[in-house]
């Protein structure tokens, strides 16, 4: 958020609601403090992306994993679908294939909302023969199409949980992107040390726009579980090496000023430089409001 804009939330807390104090934390801890605990595993969904991280006594533990399934994959995914359906319903008419690319985006999100779902690993949830009736009014002509229920699952499998590694001529060695969600969750907790995992393996919190997905939260738990009783907890495999593996772990640096407390971690960049980022202020209300009365932001350096 932009420092002006936050110095003008945080100036209407302290202003309206009296607040003694106000302390800024990052987006991971404050999922966490949501759910209510001080420790746990957050898998955020948003739109852009998903990204995994750990909390651990109130911090964030290790960098996280990051992949790209988030709500716009699994928008273009829908989109996708329903103009294949589309094409293939008008494809006995005369050659209109094509008018399925007229589809609304607004249209796309109105339909994923209402009729999205994503189907669990036990087949008992695969043998509904409903169909759903869709109708679609923003392409030329307008149709309605009939579905069957489990095929509205399609999207969700594939935007969070299919593979979706290209071929390579290292197919070995995927990146973030290609695994799926249970297989994040799992590889973070893997990597997690045993104290940390032991707090936070049964306190698996997942958020975001994307989570709202019917059954998406159940199913990702339950693969997790699955992938944890198969394979343990054991790395297999080579270990490679990475540049800059040798360097100094991240230093945390507690700085206390009239008025202010915020902790900066400290980490040293391959090219030797010392990268500090910012994980939480606290601010007080007096200096805070007397600094924004000077013509300040009211922070003691730019966040």
Sequence with gaps: ???GALSKVVKSLFVHFQMPAVMLLQEPVMAVVGAGVRSGLVLDVGWSEAVVNVVYEMRVVGPGKHSRRGGRTYRDLWRKFLREEYSSSSSSNDGDNDQG???ADWEIEEILSRTGWCRQSSPSHQQ???????PLITPTPPKTLTL???KLSLPAEKAFFATTTTDSPTPEYPDDDDYSLPELVYRVLRDCPIDVRAAVMQRII????GSYVPGLKKRVIDEVRVLAKCRGWERVGRRVVEKGKGD???REEVVV????QWRREATSSPEGQNDKRIVQIEVEREKFLA??????TGFPLDV
């Design 248 to 250: 100094m772990p991240a």
């Design 257 to 260: 000023e009239e008025g202010y």
């Design 148 to 150: 069957p229920f489990t």
């Design 101 to 103: 690319n007229g589809i």
């Design 206 to 209: 997942i958020t975001g726009g």
């Design 1 to 3: 958020m932009d420092v």
């Design 128 to 134: 509904d023969e409903t169909t759903i009736t869709i």
């Design 291 to 296: 600094a924004v009365a000077a013509g300040g």
